[in-house]
T-cell receptor, first 112, second 114 residues
Framework: DAGITQSPRHKVTETGTPVTLRCHQTENHRYMYWYRQDPGHGLRLIHYSYGVKDTDKGEVSDGYSVSRSKTEDFLLTLESATSSQTSVYFC???????????FGDGTRLSIL | AQTVTQSQPEMSVQEAETVTLSCTYDTSESDYYLFWYKQPPSRQMILVIRQEAYKQQNATENRFSVNFQKAAKSFSLKISDSQLGDAAMYFCAYRGPNAGKSTFGDGTTLTVKP
């Protein structure tokens, strides 16, 4: 399976603070994704990347930004965290549209 | 925009019995891929099965099979000989030709009764 590491695994922070979540992969997959998972909503796509420095918005991108300076790293930033961004965040990688996505173990983020 | 609907928030099945989870989707694309993922309480997302839209033959993986009806835009998952380890949340997912067209359903929680 693809080696995908998310850090941190858990984080508690306060409203208004910046937060950065990191996703690191060792499989050289081209595509990388950030999702959030909330009760009753499944996984919703925040941002995705189709190559180094190539990123685009998903369906719930407001309040989030991403960067991908290397193939292996995909960062998700909350510039000024709000309580509505409390969620579990998953990173995923994919080798192409015909291949399944491989997921990290998730980051539980709580914003008080 | 494409949508994926899982109309059964919760399902239960007796151990060793068969259960079918429903999924419908909406898309204007002709080329796409469909997946079922399993998420046990450990929170890991695990691939169960996948289907290419251009293939008419339904995919099968051991006790897991799909009923893919392209015209009806339906992609149901059948689990045969259910086991206690099958208890999890199951997500249906659509992947279009572009990376941004990746959509998940809201999930179905499956309980397996001994």
């Amino acid at each position: 399976d693809a080696g995908i590491t998310q850090s941190p695994r858990h984080k508690v922070t306060e409203t208004g603070t910046p937060v950065t979540l990191r996703c690191h992969q060792t499989e050289n997959h081209r595509y990388m994704y950030w999702y959030r998972q909330d009760p009753g909503h499944g996984l919703r796509l925040i941002h995705y990347s189709y190559g180094v420095k190539d990123t685009d918005k998903g369906e719930v991108s407001d309040g989030y930004s991403v960067s991908r300076s290397k193939t292996e790293d995909f960062l998700l930033t909350l510039e000024s965290a709000t309580s509505s961004q409390t969620s579990v965040y998953f990173c995923a990688t994919e080798d192409g549209p015909h291949q399944p996505q491989h997921f990290g173990d998730g980051t539980r983020l709580s914003i008080l | 925009a494409q949508t994926v609907t899982q109309s059964q928030p919760e399902m239960s099945v007796q151990e060793a019995e068969t259960v079918t989870l429903s999924c419908t989707y909406d898309t204007s694309e002709s080329d796409y891929y469909l997946f079922w993922y399993k998420q046990p309480p450990s929170r890991q997302m695990i691939l169960v099965i996948r289907q290419e839209a251009y293939k008419q033959q339904n995919a099968t993986e051991n006790r897991f099979s799909v009923n893919f009806q392209k015209a009806a835009k339906s992609f149901s998952l059948k689990i045969s000989d259910s086991q206690l380890g099958d208890a999890a949340m199951y997500f249906c997912a659509y992947r279009g030709p572009n990376a941004g067209k990746s959509t998940f359903g809201d999930g179905t929680t499956l309980t397996v009764k001994p």
